[in-house]
């Protein structure tokens, strides 16, 4: 039987609480979970409306942070600005042959592709 979603991807975060600030405050996810786990918070997050959650996982201290996550966003410039007055650093926005991008890291080191939904 094929695939027929992804449900969940695991991000790797040192503090689940700092992830959780990041995550809700800074790029306006909300919580899908957050329910008790024998190795901390099964913690799950998503843009509202979003099928595939983002685990926001403490238990694994050796996985090394992932990158090239794309994610969309309506308005890049905004996204721009609320990284900024955050204190996030990013690349772009910038026109590529494929559309506009701008490129941040979580506070953990997991990348982010972000292109004009």
Request: glycine share 12%.
């Amino acid at each position: 039987m094929p695939i027929s979603s992804i449900l969940t991807v695991t991000v790797p975060v040192a503090d689940q609480e700092r992830a959780l600030g990041f995550y809700t405050g800074v790029l306006g996810f909300e919580v899908r979970t957050d329910d008790p786990f024998p190795m901390g918070r099964w913690l799950t997050v998503a843009p509202k409306g979003a099928g595939t959650t983002l685990l926001l996982a403490s238990w694994f201290p050796g996985m090394a942070p992932i990158g090239g996550l794309v994610v969309g966003a309506p308005d890049l410039d905004a996204l721009a600005a609320r990284l900024l007055e955050n204190e996030i650093a990013f690349e772009g926005p910038s026109d590529q042959a494929w559309g506009r991008q701008l490129l941040f890291h979580d506070p953990f080191g997991n990348g982010f592709v972000a292109g004009q939904a």
